[in-house]
């Protein structure tokens, strides 16, 4: 196996990285009741894992959830473009059949991940024919709102809304977490004090889980960082089906020689979404003329020529991300039985990537097989089984923010060989839908880095590197 970055995790008997989607079959009723802190994305997911378990599972959770799909306080990267991968796609439809179709009656988009969209990065566009990974484009809310209310729908799932979880129940004979304490802002009572069998940490990067593992004496997870001091700047724009070539978005890598990258996906409501941003503190700007100026400084043009003209439909909104950042749960030798750390929790990777609801989603059927394997010694089968997920997105952010020279980290011989051998795969891609597919396999969580490797493959980057070949028909250019 190919390691760019990070840790060799050793194989689990329940799940590898290779997680496949199919159906367990009949699942072991274990009864009582469990708790998830957290109604995000992965709070959701984790507590349809759950449900196949368990009497009854609560879910807690700070906002006031709007009924329609609107952004929310809790969840401030919700304005901003997310991607819901060809993986994550299958897997939603698995645990909640039927709601891709939902989604598209709400205005969703399905899209062909070469074929629909523009590709530029490293000094050269993507071959753009078909390649049969198909995505779903949507905003957020939407996907958030169809998630949450197909859960619902479940009998034994149940949701607090404006409570606040302050510290874990803890039993100190057994090494057990046993509940929580929660404080509701709808009751005068005080505090309240729930038990359970299981309690699951889903409220992401800003998790308090390792201080309150310190406070019951046990050790907190070692972190992983890698500063990237990245942000964007937001818009919502009216889309018209001419604009970009006919084409549902486009993608443009931050890459030298500025590191100045932006996205524009089509979204619900005949709407685009654009996002500009840069590392290091090289953020677009909140102002109309900087941000216009912003777009016309990327490599390509393509952006720029849509918004100059386009009608404005939000205002300028900021989103700033300082650090990738990795908790490394599966090396604690001491962990309190009935407790486990889910989602952004774990990790969470420049969001520019999009690989965070996916792996949320793997990280599912993860939890599912390790229930239905039995809940004895379950967090350590379960965070060996999380971080064999999360290591291949965790090398592709990594290796990727690590071409930016100003980004600190290691770079062993091996991650700058990968690099400089996926830009011959770029210019060697320019016309060939196989190499194309390939990477975008890889994007989305298919394939390993790996296989990028292959004999097959590394012989068709030798020849189109040998034939410099040139992209027949690029997309727009300035006029």
């Known amino acids: 196996m190919l390691v760019l970055h990070g840790v060799v995790y050793p194989k689990t008997p329940v799940i590898c990285a290779d997680i496949s989607f199919t159906r367990l079959g009949a699942m072991v009723h274990r009864g009582g009741g469990a708790i998830v802190i957290g109604a995000s994305v992965g709070g959701l997911l984790a507590a349809r894992a759950l449900a196949e378990h368990y009497d009854r599972v609560t879910i807690i959770e700070r906002d006031e959830l709007p009924e329609s799909p609107e952004p929310r306080k809790g969840v401030p990267q919700g304005r901003h473009p997310h991607a819901l991968h060809a993986r994550g796609r299958e897997g939603l439809e698995q645990l909640f059949p039927g709601l891709t179709d939902e989604l598209v009656a709400e205005g969703a988009l399905r899209a062909d991940g070469a074929a629909d969209f523009i590709w530029f990065n490293r000094g050269f566009y993507l071959c753009d024919a078909p390649s049969g990974l198909v995505g779903f484009l949507m905003s957020r809310p939407l996907l958030e709102n169809g998630v949450r209310r197909h859960l619902l729908r479940l009998p034994n799932i149940c949701l607090r809304q404006r409570s606040e979880v302050e510290e874990f129940v803890f039993d100190p004979t057994r090494g057990r977490v046993a509940g929580v304490h929660v404080r509701s802002r709808d009751s005068a009572d005080g505090v309240e004090t729930m038990t359970a069998n299981l309690v699951v940490d889903a409220t992401g990067r800003s998790s308090r889980c390792a201080v309150w593992l310190n406070a019951l004496g046990y050790a907190a997870p070692r972190e992983e960082k890698i500063e990237v001091g990245f942000g964007y700047t937001t818009r919502l724009y009216r889309r018209q089906p001419e604009q970009l070539n006919g084409k549902l978005g486009a993608i443009f890598g931050a890459c030298p020689p500025n590191w100045r990258g932006g996205a524009i996906v089509a979204q619900e409501g005949d709407r685009w979404i654009v996002s500009l941003g840069g590392y290091l503190g090289d ?157 975008l396999e890889m994007l989305n969580l298919i394939r390993q880095p790996a296989a990028l490797l292959e004999p097959g493959t590394a012989l068709r980057v030798w020849r189109g590197n040998r034939r410099r070949t040139r992209r027949a028909n690029p997309p727009l250019e300035a006029s």
């Open 283 to 439: 953020h677009a700007p909140t102002n109309e003329e900087g941000f216009l100026e912003f777009a016309k400084s990327l490599q390509k043009p393509d952006i720029y020529r849509v918004i100059r003209e386009a009608e404005k439909l939000s205002p300028l909104m900021p989103y700033r991300f300082g650090t990738n950042l990795r908790r490394h749960y599966a090396e604690l030798r001491r962990f309190p039985q009935g407790l486990l750390v889910y989602g952004d929790a774990l990790c969470s990777f420049n969001p520019i990537y999009g690989q965070g609801m996916t792996i949320a989603v793997m990280e599912s059927f993860a939890l599912r097989q390790c229930l239905a394997a039995g809940t004895d010694d379950i967090a350590r089968r379960f965070f060996w089984a999380a971080a064999a997920l999360i290591d291949t997105p965790w090398q592709i952010t990594v290796s990727s923010d690590l071409q930016h020279p100003g980004v600190e980290g290691k770079r062993p011989v091996q991650l700058r060989l990968f690099n400089w051998y996926i830009t011959r795969l770029f210019r060697a891609a320019q016309t060939d839908i196989v190499l194309t597919t390939r990477f």
